[in-house]
T-cell receptor, first 116, second 115 residues
Framework: AQSVAQPEDQVNVAEGNPLTVKCTYS??????LFWYVQYPNRGLQFLLK??????LVKGSYGFEAEFNKSQTSFHLKKPSALVSDSALYFC??????????????FGRGTSLIVHP | EAGVTQFPSHSVIEKGQTVTLRCDPI?????LYWYRRVMGKEIKFLLH????????ESGMPNNRFLAERTGGTYSTLKVQPAELEDSGVYFC?????????????FGPGTRLTVL
């Protein structure tokens, strides 16, 4: 079975400060990890993914995420937050193990609020 | 390139009524998925089409939900009769394949409110 935990319902950060949105996962095999963002009245937009290779993955809008196998984490980060980054962020995981589901399991979402 | 579109964007119905949601995937994407997010909860998988065939419908809550994808293009999700617990945002997504490098492209969602 695969699962994702986003421990924070909401993250507040001041504009210009670094931001981190946390995600931990559980899979049987190796994980495929994804971050999606949902802006108000919009669908989920793909931000970035980790499949294999470098643990630090760079994505859209200046976001990056670091895969940490020992901590089973895939935290989303950005060095300098913008007010326009305020949105709902979802982490998702798929199990790469043979027979694993190709359907991603999503977390509950974390609301990021960037204050001017 | 047009993205995934969904109609309607919002629907408010009374318990016992019927509602039909529509999803138009990205042209050429054989794979179409339906998900649902109840307020404050995870995005839950409902079902997956490959062209017009149901590949996986393990997430469908019960037989009040019927999904179709005639012709392998757009898909509909009908809820009949609707219950209060069916309220939530219904997302549709599509992808060209299911391999690890095929991320899913999501539509804006349909917000369903059952009163």
């Amino acid at each position: 079975a695969q699962s994702v935990a986003q421990p924070e319902d909401q993250v507040n950060v001041a504009e210009g400060n670094p931001l981190t949105v946390k995600c931990t996962y559980s899979v049987s095999g190796n994980p495929y990890l994804f971050w999606y963002v949902q802006y108000p009245n919009r669908g989920l937009q793909f931000l970035l993914k980790y499949i294999t290779g470098d643990n630090l993955v760079k994505g859209s809008y200046g976001f990056e995420a670091e895969f940490n196998k020992s901590q089973t984490s895939f935290h989303l980060k950005k060095p300098s937050a913008l007010v326009s980054d305020s949105a709902l962020y979802f982490c998702a995981v798929r199990d790469s193990a043979s027979g694993g589901s190709y359907i991603p399991t999503f977390g509950r979402g974390t609301s990021l609020i960037v204050h001017p | 390139e047009a993205g995934v579109t969904q109609f309607p964007s919002h629907s408010v119905i009374e318990k016992g009524q019927t509602v039909t949601l529509r999803c138009d995937p990205i042209s050429g994407h054989d794979n179409l998925y339906w998900y649902r997010r109840v307020m404050g909860k995870e995005i839950k998988f409902l079902l997956h089409f490959v062209k017009e065939s149901k590949q996986d419908e393990s997430g469908m809550p019960n037989n009040r939900f019927l999904a179709e994808r005639t012709g392998g293009t757009y898909s509909t999700l009908k809820v009949q009769p609707a219950e209060l617990e069916d309220s939530g945002v219904y997302f549709c997504a599509s992808s060209p394949g299911t391999g690890s490098y095929n991320e899913q492209f999501f539509g804006p969602g349909t917000r369903l409110t059952v009163l």
